[in-house]
């Protein structure tokens, strides 16, 4: 009796912890699969991964560190402008994307650096505005996406 006092003792938690992870375990696999099942195949359909997905093949276009300009359908200070009045954050949520699907290149939301990534979603970039910054196309990626390198 002394024995199984003494295994108790010394077993008893470790036992009741590890029954603990178990049920812990088995209750989040069963609601994984579950949710599995009610939602196929939507696996990386979600908006932040559609962005990354467009944006990446521009990574093998940049330097692996620096700085990148920005350009898209409208002025920066209009697009921060529009967040603030809670108007329009689709065009600062895409410039939040850019930055976090290129980084550790940094973009400034600005097209005065000497690689602009022109990012155009239902638009089609002004021609004089490209041309008032000084900017040629380097590379079309198609999807309202263009590299553009600034005119020396």
């Known amino acids: 009796m002394g024995e199984i006092k003494r295994l108790h003792g010394r077993y008893g938690p470790l036992a009741g912890y590890a029954l603990v992870l178990i049920c812990a375990l088995y209750a989040s696999l069963s609601l994984l699969l579950e949710k599995a099942r009610d939602?196929?195949?939507?696996a990386w359909q979600d908006p932040v991964s559609l962005h990354e997905r467009r944006i990446e093949p521009l990574k093998s276009l940049l330097p692996p560190r620096g700085a990148v300009g920005y350009l898209t359908a409208l002025d920066s200070e209009k697009i921060?402008?529009?967040e603030r009045s809670l108007k329009d954050v689709e065009l600062l949520g895409h410039f939040i994307l850019t930055q976090y699907t290129l980084a550790p290149?940094?973009?400034y939301n600005t097209p005065d650096?000497?690689?602009?990534?022109?990012?155009f979603i239902g638009s089609n970039p002004d021609p004089s505005r490209v041309t008032r910054e000084g900017l040629s196309p380097?590379?079309?990626?198609?999807?309202?996406?263009?590299?553009?390198?600034?005119k020396e």
Request: a positive charge; hydrophobic letters at 45%.
């Open 39 to 42: 939602f196929p195949g939507t």
């Open 113 to 119: 650096r000497s690689l602009v990534v022109g990012n």
């Open 138 to 150: 380097m590379k079309d990626l198609g999807d309202g996406l263009i590299l553009y390198r600034r």
């Open 105 to 107: 290149v940094f973009v």
């Open 80 to 82: 921060f402008a529009r």
